[in-house]
């Protein structure tokens, strides 16, 4: 059996890797128009890559349902033992599961050794120009032409294109007839109708709230970063892919309450406290001075601002500052094993399918557990 892979991405390389594992005697090529192996992985988790987040949770991902049929009830015991079958430690940090060396430069040479090891072919810098399906799958390369009996498609999105990223399978899966949910940012900066340029690289934790007609979509506490077309920050990265699972038609509002931990009448007896002392600069006794001066500009009362600092959405920031693309081949053209409903023996994997999770790891999981599911199924 030859199994081509198109994308050196995490997806891409645990495919060849558990299928080598499975079947030791078949031919595996991987093929990726980036020069370097794994190029998006140096970038993962501050550079430290965030494997796997502990809590294996459906609900972390757009379409749960499926997520879990494909992690089929496995816990998190079974895949770390499955990355421990290859020699590869792991630490955990309360709920996120790195490498042991805390490297993503490691990990990244480690899985080079371990393809190598099981005779993996890598074709890097090679771009994949199309793809025909008969009684075999011919693969057309800037290489030439290869010939597999299957073929596994995890070229991921379209996120970060210096790091390999560009989205351009898309086009040759539409044109096999794949019907792609739109491609959309995720895990991004969002960009507001005010500007608060004056509050630029300030950090406050705070309780974020993802407002939409006044019901609450998606909130979570953690830091938020001001940026000066707009805000930043974890909290802020998993509202904006809820925004790109919605659409972006709509009106959003994000709602950030700076002292989540206190309540208003807490805050207001400070406030006072605070206004004996130094008066009218009593906030820059509360917040930085910047936040300070901004919360004073906006009027009215300030605890209550404090408790309810409001932006209005205006737009998701590029692919480039996205961590993940929302979007993709849209489960409906997969069976249950991932395998095309069009193309017999033609695969999908990680990224490229309509799957996005949360910050925290459990994007590269689902690059694991959709590479498992691969392996077994082909």
């Known amino acids: ?117 099981q005779g993996v072919s890598i074709h890097l810098g090679c771009n994949v120009t199309g793809y025909r399906v008969s009684d075999q799958i011919e693969l057309d390369t800037t290489e030439g032409r290869f010939t597999f009996d299957r073929l596994v498609i995890a070229c991921g999105g379209k996120s970060q294109r210096n790091l390999g990223s560009d989205g351009s399978l898309f086009g040759v899966l539409s044109d096999h007839g794949y019907a792609i949910s739109p491609l959309l940012p995720g895990l991004c900066p969002i960009k507001t109708i005010e500007q608060p340029k004056s509050l630029d690289g300030l950090r406050h934790k705070a309780l974020v709230k993802l407002i939409q007609k006044g019901k609450t979509l998606y909130e979570e506490r953690g830091e938020v970063l001001f940026r000066k077309d707009g805000l930043s920050g974890i909290a ?44 009218a600069n009593y906030l820059s006794a509360i917040v930085e001075k910047p936040l300070a001066d901004y919360i004073a500009r906006l009027g009215g009362n300030a605890i209550e601002v404090m408790k309810n600092l409001r932006f209005h959405f205006s737009a998701l920031s590029s692919f480039e500052q996205s961590q993940v693309t929302v979007g993709g081949v849209k489960l409906s053209e997969i069976s249950a094993n991932l395998e095309s409903k069009r193309e017999n023996g033609v695969f999908f994997a990680g990224e490229v399918l309509d799957v996005d999770g949360l910050c925290g790891g459990f994007n590269l999981g689902w690059c694991l557990f959709s590479a498992a599911r691969v392996a077994e199924s082909l």
């Open 1 to 117: 059996m030859r199994v081509g892979i198109v994308g050196a991405s995490a997806s891409g390389i645990y495919v060849a890797m558990l299928t080598k594992r499975l079947h030791p005697d078949w031919g595996v090529a991987l093929f990726d128009h980036a020069p370097k192996l794994a190029k998006k992985l140096y970038a993962t988790g501050n550079g430290h890559c965030n494997l796997l987040n502990a809590s294996i949770d459906p609900g972390k991902y757009s379409n749960p349902d499926f997520v879990a049929s494909v992690i089929d009830g496995r816990p998190m015991e079974y895949w770390l033992g499955l990355l421990g079958e290859f020699g590869i430690p792991t630490t955990r940090i309360g709920d996120l599961i790195y490498p042991l060396t805390y490297s993503a430069a490691s990990y990244v040479n480690a899985l080079a050794h371990i393809l190598q090891k």
């Open 236 to 279: 802020i990265f998993n509202s904006a892919s809820s925004i790109a699972r919605r659409g972006l038609d709509d009106e959003y509002d994000i709602a950030i309450d700076l002292f989540p931990d206190m309540r208003a009448t807490e805050l207001k007896e400070i406030a006072e406290r605070a206004k004996k002392t130094f008066g």
